[in-house]
């Protein structure tokens, strides 16, 4: 047992040192609870990597940019475990991810704002992120915060004519976040909540949440993951008739929903999630690479992902060398203007005029990706409902 | 050089979370191993040692009660008292359960321990958790301690930032794994102290052999709470450090019982239950192998890329199931070869005592 972990950290000690490479950190939730929106993350992630190799690599010497990638497990201990590992033994210049609030939190505050290095995280969004640090400038993200989707799930009940509903939360950081801030803002804009209630996940039965919170409303607003107990509530919800419309955000988006409730009942479930703005050429970019790699372009958090390995590369690049100290202020000079517009894919235009000095501003393909004071970016939500057995989504404007 | 500091880092975080494991381990063997109580609700246990020490220790806030920004040492005792008087009215109220129906109302008991701290969100930020939990060492460097005594005792502030912008960045990690070391070490001397001692013979005896020691006259009820109680203040401890090491709580995932629970107990298994050491051991092997096993799977996939022909790309989005086995495998291997622990409990036999 024992010569066995020498013989492979000798091994680990060889294969690390053999090239001069740049290595980024990607901790995502490749086991936990979301493993299926969680793969084709890992695959944009991929493909970013993939094109920054194909058009000329890093630096003038052309070093490989190489994504290493770990397991956080959506949970803090693996994922301060993970981050650990990618800082001290990998050795990586910055890191991409990780995918849960709580896991992003505890990695940033344990591992990676001690050892000052930069975490981009790819879609972590609860709020408490944004007003985390005091004194340092080494947390950003890719995905806006749940400020603006609880706000924007809120509007959209009022603009579809919802008068009155109940809340119905998983009583988790994600969910709960989510449904605190679409509660206030929804009562705040003359909207009347009935009941505004936490249920715990992974129940096997949730009818007496459901016969609570029907009695006084047809219509729902629920805030779970769909694994987790989400299809389970809505089930029994439309077996005892007691809703007739579903509200809610990106923890229900997924075709599992479909298949295991029928598209013929969910004629009036609504469910948001963060999107890209199709109109813009940062989007019609994105969607070409996606579809010639054979990846769903509008998938969650999927460009946040590309865009992320995307812009920690142009980091790397601008700051001239793999140094922790200077990616923070490089990060901001490429994703925020002045600068040349610099669209997903075009590794070889931006690392030219990096090389001549230039200025860049990246543009992405889930946004503009402008960082704020915080580090934190806007966003667009849409609003999927089901056509022809599958989730279409329009962008709320 | 990097390279090397790095090595050492990681290191230092092994020493620390398998210290951290070994404390709990130690409690859970005073229970277990000592008195013959099937605990399943270390999980409970440790998420109140990490609370009571958060909420104590942490800045105000208006997300939580209190952040009453008490030294870090009130806050450790505290955890340890919290853990012990809650576990001393569970011990009344469940001690006289036998073995699997104490596992039954321990593993209910952890649930609801978390379920209340989930909820009670006015009190403890419920499922978002708590975070900035100041950690040993490291809070030298923040602000809000050298500004107050007892370092502004000793030097200004100015002083003391001039002080650790001098000193490497990760100073204070070899440190904190030291600190971790060494509570293991004070916590298993007075655990061995108190086996080989006429308490620790009473717990044996109760344990094999129940009505014996009843008709001798012992307490046994008596002894079986103080035993819990005991162990329960050594989980509260380590609840403490967890809190410490990780910065962020929360109660769903941090305290999830799959990872704390099931871990330490095949932890204190695999090391030999009622062997001290023996849970001390355990508690590193296993959690050795749990985090090195990543490093070992990705290594093992490249290796396999770089030398035979199999397309990798499928095996790298299964590598953490692919770890998880590994674990599976590892564990079923040492606890066939071992079915007594590796280092099994040593009685002190009637020729030690001269």
């Known amino acids: 047992m024992r010569k066995s972990i020498y013989s492979c950290i000798a091994a680990l000690a060889v294969v690390s040192g053999a090239n001069a490479d740049v290595k980024v950190g990607n901790p995502m939730a490749m086991t936990g609870p979301i493993p299926d929106l969680v793969a084709p993350m890992a695959l944009a992630v991929d493909l970013a990597e993939k094109h920054i190799n194909e058009q000329g690599g890093m630096f003038a010497s052309g070093e490989e940019y190489v994504i290493v990638r770990a397991d956080s497990m959506c949970d803090p201990v693996a994922s301060v475990d993970a981050v650990t590992k990618l800082i001290n033994v990998s050795g990586v210049v910055g890191i991409v991810g990780p995918v849960c609030s709580g896991a992003t939190i505890a990695q940033a505050e344990s591992v990676a704002i001690p050892a000052g290095v930069v975490t981009l995280s790819v879609s972590a969004s609860a709020p408490a992120i944004s007003n985390m640090e005091t004194g340092t400038d080494l947390m950003f993200r890719t995905a806006a915060s749940d400020a603006y ?10 603009a579809n004519g919802l008068t009155d509903l109940s809340v119905s939360y998983a009583n988790d950081d994600y969910n709960a976040g989510l449904a605190e801030v679409f509660a206030e803002h929804y009562a705040a804009n003359g909207g009347k909540i009935h009941l505004n209630e936490a249920h715990e996940p992974n129940k096997a039965s949730y009818r ?6 029907g009695a006084n409303t047809e219509n729902l607003a629920l805030f779970a993951y769909y694994g987790s107990g989400g299809i389970t509530l809505m089930r029994n919800a439309m077996e005892t008739a007691a809703f007739s419309t579903f509200l809610g955000a990106d923890g229900m988006l997924a075709q599992e929903v479909i298949d295991q409730l029928g598209a013929e009942n969910l004629g009036q479930a609504t469910f948001t999630t963060s999107t890209s703005d199709e109109s813009t050429h940062g989007y019609a970019m994105w969607k ?8 769903n372009p509008l998938g969650p958090f999927v460009p946040n992902s590309y865009d992320a390995t995307f812009m920690m590369a142009l980091a790397v690049e601008h700051a001239g060398s793999a140094d922790r100290d200077l990616i923070a202020t490089s990060l901001r000079a490429i994703a925020n203007a002045p600068g040349e517009i610099i669209l997903p894919g075009e590794w070889a235009k931006a690392k030219k005029i990096l090389a001549a000095g230039g200025d860049i501003h990246y543009n992405g393909g889930s946004g503009p990706q402008d960082f704020d004071a915080n580090g934190d970016v806007a966003g667009d939500f849409s609003a999927s409902v089901v056509q022809d057995g599958a989730w279409v989504g329009k962008i709320i404007k | 050089m990097d390279q090397l500091i790095g090595y050492f880092l990681y290191f230092c975080s092994l020493l620390a979370v398998g210290g951290i494991y070994s404390l709990i381990a130690l409690g859970l063997n005073v229970q277990w191993g000592f008195a013959g109580l099937f605990n399943v609700g270390i999980a409970g246990f440790v998420s109140i040692g990490a609370y009571t020490y958060a909420l104590l220790t942490t800045d105000t806030s208006p997300l939580h009660y209190g952040g009453l920004g008490l030294p870090l040492a009130v806050g450790i005792v505290a955890a340890m008292i919290a853990s012990g008087l809650i576990s001393a009215i569970i011990g009344v109220i469940c001690i006289r359960l036998r073995s699997d129906y104490l596992a039954i109302a321990t593993i209910g008991i952890a649930e609801i321990i978390k379920l209340v701290l989930k909820n009670n969100s006015e009190i403890t930020n419920g499922p978002r958790g708590i975070n900035k939990i100041p950690r040993l060492w490291e809070n030298f460097t923040e602000e809000r301690f050298y500004n107050d005594w007892p370092m502004s005792w000793f030097a200004s502030a100015e002083t003391w930032q001039s002080i650790f912008s001098s000193l490497p960045r990760w100073w204070w990690q070899p440190c904190f794994a030291l600190s971790i070391i060494i509570a293991v070490y004070v916590v298993y001397k007075l655990l061995e102290k108190l086996r080989l001692s006429p308490w620790g013979r009473m717990m044996t005896a109760i344990r094999e052999n129940e009505p014996a020691a009843h008709a001798a ?14 162990g329960s203040m050594i989980m509260g401890l380590a609840g403490a450090v967890l809190a410490m090491h990780l910065r962020l709580i929360e109660p769903t995932n941090t305290f999830d019982p799959s990872k704390l629970t099931f871990l330490v107990w095949v932890m204190l298994i695999a090391g030999g239950s009622g062997n001290n050491r023996g849970a001390i051991l355990g508690s590193f092997l296993i959690w050795v192998i749990w985090s090195a096993s990543e490093i070992v799977i990705n290594v093992g996939i490249d290796v396999i890329g770089d030398f035979t022909n199999i397309h990798v790309g499928i095996l790298s989005t ?6 998880m086995l590994l674990i599976g495998l590892l564990l079923q291997y040492i606890l066939q070869k071992y079915p007594l622990g590796i280092l099994p409990e040593s009685r002190p036999t009637a020729s030690s005592k001269t």
């Open chain 1, 288 to 295: 070409a690479l996606a579809t010639v790699a054979g990846l």
């Open chain 1, 149 to 158: 989707q609880g706000v924007a799930l809120a509007e959209l009940a009022l």
């Open chain 2, 318 to 323: 299964r590598a953490g199931y692919l770890r």
């Open chain 1, 208 to 213: 007496s949440e459901v016969a609570t919170l």
């Open chain 2, 217 to 230: 006259g012992k307490n046994v009820t008596g002894r079986r709470i103080e035993a819990f109680i005991l």
